[in-house]
Every structure is written in C-alpha cells, then in structure tokens.
C-alpha cells in the first residue's frame, strides 16, 4: 500500500515552454504532498509543501511563480515549471505524508527534467 | 534548525563483508530518524525509522539502525553486504512541527565489490 505514481519519468523541452509533472496517492487519500528537487550526486532539496485545496508553502528562495504547484484534490499534486531554461533541468520527485508524521512519507519515482 | 551530517560521501565495500554508515543529526529534543536508499533515477524507499522506544531498529533488507542519544547519531548497519545493495542512501530527520517537512543528509554513495 500507499503507493505514489509520478508522471512523466523523463521530459525533454524546450527553453521557454511549461512542464507539468503529476504526482498521483493510489491507494490514499494525501492531504500533504511535498516537491523536491535533486542536482546530480547531490541530496533532496525541498521546494515546497503542497497542501489540498490551499496554496502551497515554498521554501526560502524558490521562486512560487516559476515553480506552480497545485494540490486540487486529496489524490493529484501537480508542479508545472514554467518558461523553464537550461538551468532548471533536474531530477523532481515529489513525496506524500502517509497519515501522520509516524506512517513516514512515501516517494514517487522522480522525472528527469531537461530542458534544450 | 534541525540537520544532519553523513560525513561519509563515498563508501566501496566487499560483497559478503559488513557495512556501517553513518548518520548524525542536530536538533534540539529527539526528532524521527529515517534512512532511506536511491537507486540511479529513482526515488527513494524507506528502509527504517525512528520514533520511539527500543534504539536498535529493524529494517527491510536486512538492515538494521541504532538510535545514540549521547552521540546524536542514527547509524545504519547490515552484517553482510549484497551487491544489489549498491545504492545511494540517505539519512532523513523529521520534526513533528514545522509542517512535518523532512531534512536530508548529503547522502552516501555505496558501492560494492564483488
């Protein structure tokens, strides 16, 4: 059980255009859901905190209006880079709390963003 | 805040031998330790966790952590190492307040020789 599906795995696009990537509870219901990103050989930097039917709550020095998250239901996360350039090619995984703190948290399997 | 140290960034051991890495965190009351493991272009899966209670921890895939009050440290071991076990690993501490965010250590590279 609780299980997180993340879509896509891997994206290609080019500077200037949005991506979206999902971030889907299969079998739960996930009121909160968190977006990290991951530079190569490097460790997972939060973004934000992504909370159903309220905004997001970003991290110091994320930029909110680059990095759109929506959490319209208790099932769907979204992130949508927007206007993306070179530099926000990365590794995204996004992760829900399952139940309180003491479940832990369950990951979804990361998208490779690159941007060309 | 809260933060962890792997002072460990790369580890290479032999397959069959015993492997210890290690995890110390600073906070300032005892806060819930995880490790977790990445493989290449993967997300994360729980090995263990730490809330409460008996220090030494049982984990999936043989592993095993022990929680150190007096040295904040939450170590993860496992008697025997397979290869498969190649992997990045990552301490994590989690806080019950502050919107229950998790910090991550800079993680561990495992390698392991056959």
């Known amino acids: 059980g609780a299980v997180v599906s993340q879509h896509p795995s891997r994206v290609i696009c080019k500077s200037g255009t949005s991506v979206k990537i999902e971030c889907r509870s299969l079998d739960f219901q996930a009121t909160t859901m968190f977006w990290y990103r991951q530079f190569p050989k490097q460790s997972l930097m939060l973004m934000a905190t992504?909370?159903?039917?309220?905004?997001?709550?970003?991290e110091q020095g994320v930029e909110k209006d680059k990095f759109l998250i929506n959490h319209a239901s208790l099932t769907l996360s979204t992130l949508t880079v927007t206007s993306a350039h070179p530099e926000d090619s990365s590794f995204y995984i996004c992760?829900?709390?399952?139940?309180?703190?003491?479940?832990?948290?369950?990951f979804g399997s990361g998208t490779r963003l690159t941007v060309v | 805040a809260q933060s962890v140290t792997q002072p460990d960034i790369h580890i290479t051991v032999s397959e069959g031998a015993s492997l210890e890495l290690r995890c110390n965190y600073s906070?300032?009351?005892?806060?819930?330790l995880f490790w977790y493991v990445q493989s290449p272009g993967q997300g994360l899966q729980l090995l263990l966790k730490y809330f409460s209670g008996d220090t030494l921890v049982q984990g999936i895939k043989g592993f095993e952590a022990e929680f150190k009050r007096s040295q904040s440290s939450f170590n993860l071991r496992k008697p025997s190492v397979h290869w498969s076990d190649a992997a990045e690993y990552f301490c994590a501490v989690g806080l019950t307040g502050g919107g229950n965010k998790l910090t991550f250590g800079t993680g561990t590279q495992l390698k392991v020789e056959l």
């Open positions: 906070y300032g009351a005892t806060p819930y």
């Open positions: 992504s909370n159903e039917g309220s905004k997001a709550t970003y």
């Open positions: 992760s829900a709390r399952v139940g309180t703190l003491n479940y832990g948290y369950t």
